[in-house]
């Protein structure tokens, strides 16, 4: 294994520090960042209430005196109420996958865009990218933080970058080939995909591309499939994990030594908590990720609560980097499940089909995995006065559906009508959801 003194380290002073320099950095940045939530409506409300004011925050034990938060807070408030700058200071904005409608947007100051480019250049420098590296980005650019994130690290760091978006298979693979693609940023599910057209193609990339590095990340995968991936595309890949309520990608991110993905703390705080009790995990034990951004301006989040399950790797990283690293993600802690990279909560579904004339009193949805790719079907019990009626209004009604689903989350799902009275939600709280997948995890 290369050590840290390879240079490998695009910023060798964060990236060095040591366990009490950490620890002191973070301290030190609490007090402006209570000062600077203090300018956000939400916050000023919730300092008031708890009579807590940036002298008296000086330790990170300190910030568990202020709640918690997380995407459903942060719907129901809105994030305009985050929003802690004037807004002629915003220059841009992002969501979570899959939301639309009043999604949950994040908003970025100039200062945010710049440290989050800073942060992706420094993960993919960590693991051997170069400004002579050709990089391919596959990732959806728009809203989804995945596309220009990665985009303006790439640039940052001095690549050349290929912004081909996601889809489209043989366009990628005539780009890699043609200009000689070396670094890929690829969903897992949807890089199983490709390594299929180019069997179909008849292609080998070890020998016809140029390919030496991958990075994978925005949906659990699990280590199989890493190595199935490093396999069949010749490459290196690295899980890369982030939210956009973080910044985006290049939250935390695995070096050479594969084993866990440093969370960078010179701008994060983590805590792993009980999702049920709320109480710290012991050191090393599975829990929910909870996450503070140190310096974000727009838009900053303290104590946010990913719903993400992990656990801190014990012991030191043989990079040498004292950031501690966290595990593959194993799950979520709520109902949010993720389907091609997209994220996905029942109710979205629920709310087209709420909206929609035609439609009974139950549905459920199930995932279950076609080949290597996940697939969603939607269950859906039509009205009595549907059922009896006439066959063309059931296929206009279920062509209606599936286009207003694809409006909604992004993802076409399958969509099988079926008579009222047919779906079992089980006793009590209605079983909304089977997953029929070998876990949610892509092995
Ligand atoms: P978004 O806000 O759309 O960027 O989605 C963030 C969510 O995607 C995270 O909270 C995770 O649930 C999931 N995610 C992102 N990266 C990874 C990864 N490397 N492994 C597993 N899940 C991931
Ligand atoms: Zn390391």
Not at 56 to 61: G, P
Not at 135 to 140: E, K, R, V
Not at 307 to 331: F, P, S, Y
């Amino acid at each position: 294994m290369e050590s840290i003194n390879s240079g490998n380290c695009w910023d060798r002073k964060n990236e060095l520090l040591s366990r009490e320099e950490i620890e002191g950095m973070q301290a030190h940045k609490l007090s402006s960042l209570i000062e600077r939530c203090s300018e956000s409506r939400y916050y000023k409300e919730m300092f008031k209430r708890k009579g807590i004011t940036p002298d008296r925050i000086k330790t990170t034990k300190d910030i568990k005196r202020i709640d918690f938060i997380d995407k459903s807070i942060l719907r129901e408030e809105t994030s305009w109420r985050f929003l802690a700058v004037k807004g002629e200071h915003v220059v841009r904005m992002h969501s979570s996958s899959g939301t639309t409608g009043q999604a949950t947007v994040v908003f970025h100051t100039k200062g945010d865009i710049e440290e989050w480019a800073e942060l992706i250049a420094r993960c993919m420098y960590m693991v051997g990218v170069r400004r002579q590296d050709v990089f391919q980005n596959m990732m959806g650019y728009g809203l989804f933080t995945g596309g220009l994130g990665f985009h303006y690290g790439a640039e940052r760091l001095g690549c050349m970058v290929i912004p081909s978006g996601a889809g489209n298979s043989k366009r990628q693979i005539s780009l890699m080939r043609e200009f000689g693609t070396t670094t890929i940023h690829i969903i897992p599910s949807y890089a199983l995909r490709l390594q299929s057209v180019f069997e179909e193609l008849n292609i080998d990339p070890e020998k016809d591309l140029k390919l030496t590095t991958a990075f994978i990340g925005a949906e659990p995968h699990s280590e199989r499939l890493r190595e199935k991936l490093e396999n069949a595309l010749g490459v290196d890949a690295y899980n890369s994990y982030g939210l956009s309520e973080m910044c985006g990608p290049g939250v935390a991110f695995e070096c050479r030594g594969k084993a866990g993905m440093h969370l960078w703390e010179d701008k994060y705080i983590m805590e792993i908590i009980d999702p049920k009790t709320l109480e710290p995990m012991p050191d090393g034990e599975e829990g929910e990720l909870v996450l503070t951004s140190l310096n974000r301006e727009a838009m900053p989040l303290i104590r946010y609560r990913t719903h993400d399950l992990t656990r801190i790797v014990k012991g030191d990283c043989v990079c040498g980097r004292k950031h501690r690293r966290i595990e593959r993600i194993k799950g979520r802690t709520d109902d949010m499940f993720i389907i091609k990279g997209v994220n996905i909560f029942p109710m979205q579904v629920e709310r087209v089909l709420l909206k929609t004339v035609g439609v009974g009193s139950n549905y459920q949805i199930i995932l279950h995995r076609k080949g290597s790719a996940d697939n969603m079907k939607v269950k859906v019990e039509v009205s009595d006065e549907m059922w009896r009626g006439d066959l063309e209004d059931l296929k206009r009604l279920k062509i209606r559906l599936e286009s207003e689903m694809r409006d909604e989350i992004l993802v076409k799902p399958e969509l099988e009508l079926v008579e009222p009275g047919l779906i079992d939600t089980g006793e009590g709280k209605a079983k909304r959801v089977i997953d029929e997948r070998d876990g949610a995890i892509l092995e």
